[in-house]
């Protein structure tokens, strides 16, 4: 009986640290190995697009697919910045897309500290109604945005474009949440200091929310970096379009160079992965916070 009872001992411990290994080590390298693949996939159309850029436009159809060019054409970005005058839509693209995303920042957070800290009448009633204008499709309201941005004779102006995005429901959504989880007696006790509330809001509450902030500048970026139907509505003159209306007609002008309208288009890449890799962190933290408190 000792035996028995020794080997159903050993038996029941084995499987414990079968289980053990299997929830510390195996799972989790199988779920890495998963991301992996799936990350590869995810990164392979970004990768032949930048290998295409180096190539021959008869090497870019090649099969199976050279990744690694036979010689790299660096003059196909030379190209690219000196047949459509790049700088200057990169410029354009810049400061539209800075002053929007840092506008974003400043009116979405004031917005949503009134929201998240302050007390008036029929405030989550107007957040509500505020947050229900993101159901409504752009298509429904492109008509009368031009009739306003026209008659305010803002049309063919940069302003046409940065005034109408200088307002997000969503940032304000995003930001809202996460002062939600700011602790009201941080506010409170500033009060009783004699702050008032503009030195609350810059002192107090915006050092705590660098991460929800970061996301929105992210989006923001993004959104305007990569907006087209906009710049295509507003803006008319070739010296005040951006990147992406560039690239369209660098398509029309330039469409069978395939390398050429590659190199283009890892241009227009370039600052959207830089942004991404140096705020990654601080978005991942953000999207997260945003559903701590409603």
């Keep these: 009986m000792g035996n028995l009872y020794g080997l159903i001992v050993i038996g029941e411990k084995g499987k414990q640290m079968k289980k053990y290994w299997q929830n510390k080590y195996i799972i989790p390298v199988i779920l890495y190995i998963i991301l992996i693949v799936v990350s590869f996939i995810m990164i392979l159309p970004f990768l032949w697009t ?28 030379e190209e690219v910045w000196t047949k459509l005058t790049f700088v200057t839509y990169y410029l354009n693209t810049f400061k539209v ?6 506008g974003q920042i400043l009116f979405c957070s004031l917005a949503a ?15 509500m109604l ?17 009739i306003i941005v026209n008659s305010l004779g803002l049309f063919n102006t940069h302003w046409a474009v940065i ?11 995003l ?6 989880s700011i602790p009201n007696s941080l506010c409170e006790a500033a009060r009783i200091d004699g702050y008032s509330e503009i030195r609350i809001f810059a002192n107090i509450i915006m050092p705590l929310c660098k991460a929800a902030l970061a996301t929105l500048a992210i989006f923001a970026f993004n959104f305007m970096w990569n ?19 560039a690239l369209a007609m660098f398509r029309l002008q330039y469409g069978m160079q395939y390398g050429l309208i590659m190199a283009g288009t890892v241009s227009a890449l ?14 991942i933290e953000g999207v997260a916070s945003a559903g701590l408190k409603g």
């Design 50 to 77: 930048l290998s295409s850029s180096f190539k021959f436009d008869q090497e870019i159809f090649e099969f199976p697919i050279r990744w690694i060019p036979k010689v790299f054409r660096s003059v196909n970005y």
């Design 97 to 102: 897309t800075i002053i929007v995303t840092i």
């Design 113 to 127: 500290y009134a929201f998240a800290k302050l007390e008036f009448p029929g405030r989550n009633l107007i957040f």
């Design 130 to 146: 505020y947050i229900g204008s993101m159901m409504i499709p752009w298509h429904a309201i492109m008509i009368p945005q031009f």
């Design 163 to 173: 005034v109408l995005q200088l307002f997000s429901a969503f940032g304000i959504f």
């Design 175 to 180: 930001l809202r949440q996460n002062m939600l």
């Design 227 to 245: 907006d087209y139907l906009g710049p295509t509505i507003y803006l008319n003159s070739p010296h005040l379009k951006t990147l992406q209306l």
């Design 270 to 283: 370039a600052p959207m992965v830089i942004v991404y890799v140096i705020a990654q962190k601080y978005l």
